[in-house]
Nanobody, 126 residues
């Protein structure tokens, strides 16, 4: 089992920045991919930034490319999302996710998490 705990959400004006953190615990040695997803009420949850732990390769959705940066520590315990130039359309609940014991490195744009954090709210006002 893997437990994920996010922090760092909040409210910010458009153009501002926020940094989300996710701390993983439990069987972290089994994690192959980690990522950040977001969800707006009534919409599907979407993956916006993902990474393969083995090589550090990353994927960004077009909507956040150039503005958001995903990073992790040398292990599998801490994942961060630096969000710059925030827009009102970035308002959502953000979830940290992990996928274990898989070949996710071949499809990091289509990560299939089997563990989720509880979510943290990000609100961007115009």
């Amino acid at each position: 089992q893997v437990q994920l705990a996010e922090s760092g959400g909040g409210s910010v004006q458009a153009g501002g920045s926020l940094r989300l953190s996710c701390v993983a615990s439990g069987s972290t040695g089994r994690i192959d991919c980690m990522g950040w997803f977001r969800q707006v009420p009534g919409m599907q949850r979407e993956g916006i930034a993902t990474t393969y732990i083995g090589s550090g390769s990353t994927y960004y959705a077009d909507s956040v490319k150039g503005r958001f940066t995903i990073s992790r520590d040398n292990g599998r315990t801490t994942l961060t999302l630096q969000m710059n130039s925030l827009k009102p359309e970035d308002t959502a609940t953000y979830y940290c996710a992990a996928e274990t014991a898989s070949f996710c490195q071949y499809r990091i744009a289509s990560m299939r998490p089997n563990f989720w954090g509880q979510g943290t709210q990000v609100t961007v006002s115009s």
